[in-house]
């Protein structure tokens, strides 16, 4: 990393979701200026590894912890949150950031924080409908605040600058069709295919949910399933489906995800800010179960904007398998008989898509790093 090159930092992680639209906006940044060097600002978690490194961009940990919930952590937070504002700070000193863009979340405070006291060019995207605790706190303090939807306009009364941008994907959404998604996971391109995920890490209560479907998918044979389970549950899913003689493509991960989409149908999904952005991207109708144990409920906020255009339907996970099954068996059963159906939805989510946000990022945040 050359201290001559301008310097492009990212400040958060800890999951797919948080680091896949900063990961994008880089790229995008280097195409705008191809000797930016680039620095995520991330956590100890091992999905920042994972996703950083093969990018070729320097992955800092941060001490950083999530805001505690009980009195006692507090003290524990606040040593790791001054420890890494003083770091970050420490680091540009040294080398001044030509921008920071904070991506949500506890592990964007920090950079973020160092970056405004030293009157560095800051900017913040908010994914969610709703923005969380984090972001609520850096708007006021940056420059600009970027959301995936006009409906988080009214989150932000006081901010510098407010862009509605779409949320930045990786480039192969706009790039993987159909017959090459198939023909990658082996997949007949003549048949309707049904894509099962959690995300990145699976979610338990989606997989023993679809394990309680299984008189729906051997009636509806003709469909094919890709079933993203999850590294916990993955034998337990692909032993249901072969005991049940239902054929199903089980995988724990996958980094093709661009792939999984196009060659599928029908997907059912968690209803995380990213996934929602590369659904719409896809034009894929969807079946969403918002994340439960949320306080804010911010899934199910972003899952709403897509029912309310008529892209999807919500099924609201009540922890319960057998219980989400009932009504998901419904809902599934409708859309995989009508064509029609699925394509007035696949219409109303490709209306909803956005593939040039990281562009329209970057060109906001190298316009920011100019005139700084």
Same mark, same amino acid.
């Given at each position: 990393m050359s201290v001559s090159r301008p310097w492009f930092v990212i400040a958060g992680g800890g999951t797919g979701g948080h680091l896949y639209p900063g990961l994008a906006v880089a790229q995008a940044m280097r195409k705008l200026q191809p000797d930016f060097d680039v620095s995520v600002f991330g956590t100890t978690r091992p999905v920042d590894e994972q996703l950083v490194t093969p990018c070729g961009h320097e992955l800092v940990p941060q001490r950083v912890l999530p805001f505690p919930s009980k009195l006692w952590k507090w003290p524990s937070f606040l040593k790791a949150w001054y420890a890494s504002v003083a770091y970050a700070r420490h680091r540009f000193s040294d080398r001044?950031? &030509? $921008? !920071?863009?904070?991506?949500?979340?506890? &592990? +964007?405070?920090? +950079?973020?924080? +160092?970056? %405004?006291?030293?009157?560095i060019p800051t900017a913040i995207f908010n994914p969610d409908a709703v923005p969380g605790r984090a972001n609520q706190r850096l708007a006021p303090?940056? #420059?600009? !605040?970027?959301?995936?939807?006009? #409906? =988080?306009l009214d989150c932000f009364p006081s901010v510098r600058r407010i862009e509605v941008t779409g949320c930045p994907i990786r480039p192969e959404f706009g790039q993987a069709r159909r017959v090459s998604g198939c023909r990658a996971l082996k997949l007949d391109e003549e048949r309707p295919t049904l894509l099962i995920t959690g995300a990145s890490q699976g979610a338990r209560s989606i997989n023993a949910t679809m394990m309680e479907l299984m008189d729906l998918f051997k009636v509806a044979d003709h469909w094919q399933i890709i079933h993203l389970t999850g590294k916990a549950d993955e034998e337990m899913c692909r032993r249901?489906?072969?005991?049940?003689? !239902?054929? @199903?493509? !089980?995988? @724990?991960?996958? #980094?093709? *995800? @661009?792939? %999984? *989409? &196009? /060659?599928? #149908?029908?997907? $059912? =999904?968690?209803?995380? &800010?990213?996934?929602? /952005?590369?659904?719409? +991207? *896809?034009?894929?109708? =969807?079946?969403l179960l918002p994340y439960p144990f949320d306080r804010k409920k911010h899934q199910h906020a972003n899952a709403k904007i897509l029912a309310d255009a008529g892209a999807a339907m919500i099924i609201d996970d009540t922890g319960n398998p057998r219980a989400n099954a009932g009504k998901l068996r419904d809902a599934l059963r409708e859309l995989m008989k009508s064509d029609q159906r699925r394509k007035r939805m696949s219409? /109303? /989510?490709a209306a909803l898509g956005r593939h040039d946000a990281a562009e329209t990022m970057a060109e906001h945040l190298y316009e920011l790093a100019r005139s700084a």
């Amino acid at each position: 990393m050359s201290v001559s090159r301008p310097w492009f930092v990212i400040a958060g992680g800890g999951t797919g979701g948080h680091l896949y639209p900063g990961l994008a906006v880089a790229q995008a940044m280097r195409k705008l200026q191809p000797d930016f060097d680039v620095s995520v600002f991330g956590t100890t978690r091992p999905v920042d590894e994972q996703l950083v490194t093969p990018c070729g961009h320097e992955l800092v940990p941060q001490r950083v912890l999530p805001f505690p919930s009980k009195l006692w952590k507090w003290p524990s937070f606040l040593k790791a949150w001054y420890a890494s504002v003083a770091y970050a700070r420490h680091r540009f000193s040294d080398r001044t950031p &030509a $921008v !920071v863009l904070g991506l949500g979340g506890y &592990a +964007a405070g920090p +950079a973020i924080t +160092a970056a %405004c006291k030293l009157g560095i060019p800051t900017a913040i995207f908010n994914p969610d409908a709703v923005p969380g605790r984090a972001n609520q706190r850096l708007a006021p303090k940056v #420059d600009c !605040v970027f959301v995936q939807w006009s #409906d =988080s306009l009214d989150c932000f009364p006081s901010v510098r600058r407010i862009e509605v941008t779409g949320c930045p994907i990786r480039p192969e959404f706009g790039q993987a069709r159909r017959v090459s998604g198939c023909r990658a996971l082996k997949l007949d391109e003549e048949r309707p295919t049904l894509l099962i995920t959690g995300a990145s890490q699976g979610a338990r209560s989606i997989n023993a949910t679809m394990m309680e479907l299984m008189d729906l998918f051997k009636v509806a044979d003709h469909w094919q399933i890709i079933h993203l389970t999850g590294k916990a549950d993955e034998e337990m899913c692909r032993r249901r489906y072969r005991e049940n003689g !239902v054929e @199903a493509r !089980v995988l @724990a991960y996958t #980094d093709h *995800m @661009a792939l %999984c *989409m &196009a /060659a599928s #149908d029908l997907i $059912v =999904s968690r209803a995380g &800010a990213s996934t929602l /952005a590369e659904i719409t +991207a *896809m034009g894929l109708a =969807s079946v969403l179960l918002p994340y439960p144990f949320d306080r804010k409920k911010h899934q199910h906020a972003n899952a709403k904007i897509l029912a309310d255009a008529g892209a999807a339907m919500i099924i609201d996970d009540t922890g319960n398998p057998r219980a989400n099954a009932g009504k998901l068996r419904d809902a599934l059963r409708e859309l995989m008989k009508s064509d029609q159906r699925r394509k007035r939805m696949s219409q /109303a /989510a490709a209306a909803l898509g956005r593939h040039d946000a990281a562009e329209t990022m970057a060109e906001h945040l190298y316009e920011l790093a100019r005139s700084a």
